[in-house]
Nanobody, 119 residues
Framework: QVQLVESGGGLVQPGGSLRLSCAAS????????MRWYRQAPGKERGMVAAISSTGGRLNYADSVKGRFTISRDNAKNTVYLQMNSLEPDDTAVYYCNARPPWATMVNYWGRGTQVTVSS
């Protein structure tokens, strides 16, 4: 059974940092394309960062380029999102997403973790 569990969210001041974790079970993260999405109140869910199954291709939303870094620890079967220089507009629920490259219509989601950036 595929399961994604996010953690690491919380309240942080503007300019601060957080590291989100997405612990996966039921599949191997290095075989899947992994993504982080976020959804703020009243807004649509949007992709923040992505890492390909090979690990060789990284993509970021323009709004987070240079501030966020996606990475993967194969030994821990976990994907991370390092978030630096956080801004109030980064406030959202952050979701982990897994998609097998051989079945792009299949999507697995975690339940999300809340990130609040406020002074």
């Amino acid at each position: 059974q595929v399961q994604l569990v996010e953690s690491g969210g919380g309240l942080v001041q503007p300019g601060g940092s957080l590291r989100l974790s997405c612990a996966a079970s039921g599949f191997i993260v290095s075989s899947y394309d992994m993504r982080w999405y976020r959804q703020a109140p009243g807004k649509e869910r949007g992709m923040v960062a992505a890492i390909s199954s090979t690990g060789g291709r990284l993509n970021y939303a323009d709004s987070v380029k240079g501030r966020f870094t996606i990475s993967r620890d194969n030994a821990k079967n976990t994907v991370y999102l390092q978030m630096n220089s956080l801004e109030p507009d980064d406030t959202a629920v952050y979701y982990c997403n897994a998609r097998p490259p051989w079945a792009t219509m299949v999507n697995y989601w975690g339940r999300g973790t809340q990130v609040t950036v406020s002074s």
